[in-house]
């Protein structure tokens, strides 16, 4: 008999609302979450490109430059998220530290005004399956 691995991460894309500033662009951030099956969201893993400001960002070409972040998660709730959409779960080969190295290497596109985190997130479900 196979034992299947019964707690393999959860891979979810979550929709987190911008805001009434962005009611003409998209209105929802998007990031890629990585769940345990157990409730306790400690182990939570968030994936995602911003290019919000911060201090020591450098402007190119009067913009602020895409970046990637990963996040450990202790808590994953948070009064902008408005969903999270299951997609499949995460192979066991595959960790958390392999997963965010698969994409930490997927392209920014930093000239296009079109391209944003919901493209990102686009080509993340892509190489996640």
């Known amino acids: 008999m196979v034992l299947r691995n019964r707690n393999k991460l959860r891979i979810c894309v979550a929709f ?3 805001g009434v500033q962005h009611i003409h662009d998209d209105l929802f951030h998007t990031a890629i979450l990585l769940l345990p ?3 306790d969201e400690s182990h939570t893993s ?10 020591g960002i450098v402007l190119v070409n009067d913009r ?14 948070t009064n902008r998220l408005n969903a999270f959409l299951f997609l499949g779960k995460l192979s066991p080969e595959i960790g958390v530290e392999d997963f965010n190295v698969i994409l930490f290497h997927l392209p ?3 000239d296009d005004p ?5 493209s990102w997130t686009v080509s993340a479900i892509r190489v996640s399956f």
């Open 16 to 18: 987190y609302y911008r």
């Open 37 to 39: 099956k157990s409730q």
């Open 46 to 55: 968030r994936f995602h490109v911003t290019n919000s400001l911060k201090p």
């Open 64 to 77: 602020v430059p895409w970046r990637y972040e990963s996040l450990s998660l202790d808590y994953v709730r």
């Open 108 to 110: 920014m596109v930093q």
């Open 114 to 118: 079109g391209w944003n985190c919901n």
